[in-house]
């Protein structure tokens, strides 16, 4: 069985502060995709990153970035110099390596940032 | 954005009534399927479809049906809606590589109460 943990449930900081929010993974397949996706006030949930399980170089997009550790199964995401415009929910998802794989989503994180 | 439409957005309903909620899509993806998102519990798979005619069940199917006709149309029914189905339905597509490779696309969502 596959399962995704966010620890943080809630995270609160100030503008221009760096902020990571944590995604531990457990499955048992060799192949998984590892992904981010966003959810602002306004509900729908945008797509970030996916992550497949033989690549684990970090990735940066503008203030975006993602540390993916096998050895401690953890894909963990990096917000630089928040803004307001990213409070949001953020989720981790996991899915196995069979085309059309379900997605295991973890509980979410929701990142306030003020002013 | 991926063409994912769900209709109704917003319901209200009594126990016991039957419900049918839509998810129309115009990306020819092959891959459909139903979440439900609640509180502490991130997204959840209910069902999930593989081609027209082709359904199978995910994490929380119980009390849900789906069916697929079409390739564009995925359709998820409440037979007799409980207290415990309140949520919101998220809709999402997919069209995997050979290899798993697969983000989702997620609809707008459709809160559901009942009452």
């Known amino acids: 069985a596959q399962k995704v943990t966010q620890a943080q449930t809630e995270i609160s900081v100030v503008e221009k502060e760096d902020v990571t929010l944590d995604c531990v993974y457990e499955t048992r397949d060799t192949t998984y995709y590892l992904f981010w996706y966003k959810q602002p006030p306004s509900g729908e949930l945008v797509f970030l990153i996916r992550r497949n399980s033989f690549d684990e170089q970090n990735e940066i997009s503008g203030r975006y970035s993602w540390n993916f550790q096998k050895s401690t199964s953890s894909f963990n995401f990096t917000i630089t110099a928040s803004q307001v415009v990213d409070s949001a929910v953020y989720f981790c998802a996991l899915s196995g390596g069979n085309a059309g794989n379900m997605l295991t989503f973890g509980g979410g994180t929701r990142l306030m940032v003020k002013p | 954005d991926a063409g994912i439409t769900q209709s109704p957005r917003h319901k209200v309903t009594e126990t016991g009534t039957p419900v049918t909620l839509r998810c129309h899509q115009t990306?020819?993806?092959?891959?459909m399927y139903w979440y439900r998102q609640d509180p502490g519990h991130g997204l959840r798979l209910i069902h999930y479809s593989y081609g027209v005619k082709d359904t199978d069940k995910g994490e929380v199917s119980d009390g849900y049906s789906v069916s697929r006709s079409k390739t564009e149309d995925f359709l998820l029914t409440l037979e007799s809606a409980t207290s415990s189905q309140t949520s919101v339905y998220f809709c999402?597509?997919?069209?995997?590589?050979?290899?798993?490779?697969?983000?989702?696309?997620f609809g707008p969502g459709t809160r559901l109460t009942v009452l």
């Open positions: 990306e020819n993806h092959r891959y």
């Open positions: 999402a597509i997919s069209q995997p590589g050979t290899q798993g490779e697969d983000e989702q696309f």
